[in-house]
């Protein structure tokens, strides 16, 4: 498996980036020099009124050239400025060939989990599934093994509940490790799902989902997390939701499970990046798994008209690219043009990976921003149409 090497080595990137800054700043400084010509014309017009008309005719257009021709430095240096980042970037993102790499998987029995480790292994990783029915852990873990690209890989699972005890989570990840070695990339899939009005869930039914969402993902991070800091390396993936990013209607017990993840991935990116650990929350779209499946059996009427605007993915296609971006460092993860858009509209003050990635986000915000407002529009014509529909029927239910 594949993995980015350092990236924040000083000397390298400092000189990379010194001729481009100088180059900046070179500019900057033509320009203010443009600037106090300017000044200086104008007191010696204040000084001498009886050379202002040979002066001005003199001056001012070696003035003007000047500031034109190092306004047009500066445009030259911002245009090019993002394709030296992209080669420099091609010399820094240098990946390491490693065939041995650790890989963790919670979640890792069914669904995008079960694609993520088969996927990983493919790569030549070794793979530890985590879930809670050993059944199925060794039925995958049969199926995962019919893609080994050498005699030495291993996929090794854990059934344990990773939302209850910490401490248990902490022990089984420190055996796992003792038996194939460090984590080098933690991949957090565990969760699930209930769908229903706010005011017809169960309470317990919050609690669950924060639990298994959202502690189901800070118990194992914090495990491995020591480690990753001592040996330098690492990746931590979040698999959150693209209702992580956008409250839809009958996901009230959802979706803040799968937000606070993302504020938990930012703040620990802040903690961990100078450590050469980088953090990624990907945000899939709805996925053919078997707890999609399960979940579209309670949707409200108004969950599934505003869900089947979007097709449906299948976990291989998400598996690959969070796999690809959590190789990367990429800190977002999404899948298809509607997962783009939504990691744009919703990138707010979270990290980048590139100048170009950043770019990207201010040129597109605003056309995406009307986009979304239409989006938005047809969301909520579907609640109201639903909502005097359920209204009309009741009314027709009296009546008779």
Not at 109 to 131: P, R, V
């Amino acid at each position: 498996m594949r993995f980015s090497g350092t990236r924040r080595r000083a000397g390298g990137k400092g000189l990379r980036w010194g001729g481009s800054v100088l180059g900046v700043l070179a500019c900057l400084r033509g320009i203010l020099a443009a600037g106090c010509s300017t000044s200086s014309y104008q007191n010696m017009r204040a000084t001498s009124p009886s050379d202002s008309n040979q002066l001005s005719l003199s001056a001012m257009p070696k003035i003007g050239i000047a500031a034109v021709f190092h306004a047009h430095e500066l445009i030259h240096v911002l245009v090019y400025l993002p394709l030296v980042y992209l080669l420099t970037r091609a010399v820094e993102l240098r990946l390491i060939e490693h065939s041995e790499r650790g890989v963790k998987v919670t979640g890792g029995s069914s669904g995008i989990g079960k694609c993520i480790a088969i996927e990983c292994y493919k790569q030549g990783a070794f793979i530890t599934l985590i879930a809670r029915d050993e059944s199925k852990l060794l039925q995958t873990k049969k199926e995962i093994e019919k893609y080994s690209v050498n005699d030495k890989q291993v996929v090794l699972c854990i059934s344990v509940d990773v939302s209850k005890d910490y401490e248990q989570v902490e022990n089984v990840l420190k055996q796992a490790q003792e038996k194939l070695g460090p984590v080098d990339m933690l991949v957090n899939c565990a969760g699930t799902s209930v769908t229903g009005k706010f005011e017809d869930m169960e309470v317990n039914s919050f609690e669950r989902l924060m639990a298994v969402n959202y502690l189901g993902s800070v118990y194992p991070s914090r495990a491995v997390i020591t480690t990753m800091k001592e040996r330098r390396m690492g990746r931590i993936v979040f698999v959150s939701s693209q209702a992580g990013q956008l409250g839809l209607f009958g996901y009230t017990a959802y979706s803040p499970t799968k937000f606070a993840l993302r504020g938990l991935a930012e703040a620990l990116q802040m903690e961990v990046k100078p450590y050469n650990i980088y953090v990624t929350v990907a945000y899939p779209p709805d996925t053919d798994t078997p707890g999609f499946a399960e979940e579209s059996k309670t949707k409200p009427l108004e969950t599934k008209l505003i869900s089947e605007t979007s097709s449906v993915c299948q976990a291989e296609q998400v598996a690959r690219v969070i796999v690809k971006d959590a190789i990367q460092g990429n800190f977002n993860s999404s899948v298809g043009s509607d997962g783009y858009m939504l990691s744009i509209l919703t990138s707010g003050m979270s990290p980048v990976t590139s100048i170009t990635e950043g770019l990207q986000q201010v040129v597109c915000m605003g056309i995406f921003r009307i986009i979304g407002l239409f989006y938005l529009g047809s969301f909520d014509s579907i609640v109201r149409r639903c909502m005097m529909q359920r209204e009309k029927s009741e009314s027709t239910d009296k009546t008779e």
